[in-house]
């Protein structure tokens, strides 16, 4: 198999799931997602001002059950949840989203653990901003793009790249660039054709999962709904971001091709906390 490319693809791509142990750093990342974009989201349409719930809901595929028990806390608080001190303190907070991408790309690059510096802050809201943004794009695109032929081909191309620009912009940035641009495109692409599949069989699936834990569990049913659809997302994520690495790093001609343009950028082959000679194996 190391003898093929797509041997040492897969061989490459099952060690760094072990290195990176994906399970777990996807379930971690998935409740940061929760605790992180959500309340951005929110924040957002209540900036925005008219149909809050609605359009949040229609962002989320919320089911009318949790949706009135946003619209009753938003009712609640009198609009002043979010205002310039609840809009720093959420960002503050979602903050975390960010250090715990960048803890996982420097683990899948191999780079040393990055320290948290205050000077890193602005590329911590940036990310999370980022992300929110994605979001609420991708939920509304079709509105303006399914009218025009061929119908629905036009939304799939702009997901497409929005997923590709997505996967390859948050490390890029969260490591100051040190992976360059080049090599964090194939885990982009490989994110984008993995969405192809994901989004469209989320869309089928949430709205109903939903509107039946919501009815079975109430509010707590529809948290761990949200919840158990994010870790799917984070594990594709990390997943792609891992194969990315492996295809960059291939010593075959794609891999030789990606490369081409300046020295690896990555440190300490064998990764954080592991032996030289498993990074050799690789």
């Known amino acids: 198999m190391r003898s093929h490319w797509p041997g040492r693809i897969a061989i490459g791509s099952v ?12 379930m971690s990342l998935a409740a940061q997602l929760f605790s992180s974009v959500l309340p951005i989201l929110i924040m957002l349409f209540v ?14 595929s919320m089911p009318p059950v949790a949706q009135d028990v946003l619209e009753q806390a938003l009712d609640e608080s009198g609009g002043s949840a979010f205002g310039l001190v609840g809009a720093v303190f959420v960002l503050l907070s979602a903050t975390s989203l960010s250090r715990a991408l960048t803890r996982a790309m420097a683990s899948i690059w191999r780079l040393s653990r990055p320290k ?26 079709d509105r303006f793009t399914d009218p025009i032929p061929p119908r629905n081909a036009w939304t799939l191309v702009i997901t497409f790249g929005l997923d590709i620009l997505v996967a390859a912009f948050v490390p890029w940035l969260l ?11 194939p885990g982009a692409v490989v994110l984008a054709v993995a969405m192809l599949v994901a989004r469209p069989a989320s869309e089928a699936y949430l709205p109903r999962a939903l509107e039946a834990s919501a009815d079975q569990y109430g509010s707590i049913g529809v948290a761990f709904t949200y919840l158990a659809v994010l870790y799917v997302f984070a594990f594709i994520f990390l997943a792609a971001a891992i194969i990315g690495n492996v295809i960059a790093e291939d010593q075959g001609r794609l891999g030789q091709f990606i490369r081409r343009g300046g020295p690896t950028q990555t440190e300490d082959p064998a990764g954080p906390g592991e032996p030289a000679e498993s990074a050799a194996g690789l």
């Open 116 to 141: 948290t510096q205050l000077t890193n802050a602005w590329r911590w809201v940036a990310v999370v901003v980022a992300l929110a943004l994605a979001v609420v794009v991708a939920s509304s695109l």
């Open 47 to 60: 900036w925005v001002g008219q149909s809050t719930t609605e359009r949040f809901a229609d962002a989320v």
């Open 175 to 185: 490591l100051a660039n040190k992976v360059p641009m080049r090599r964090l495109i």
């Open 15 to 26: 060690a760094g799931f072990g290195r990176l142990d994906l399970f777990d750093r996807a």
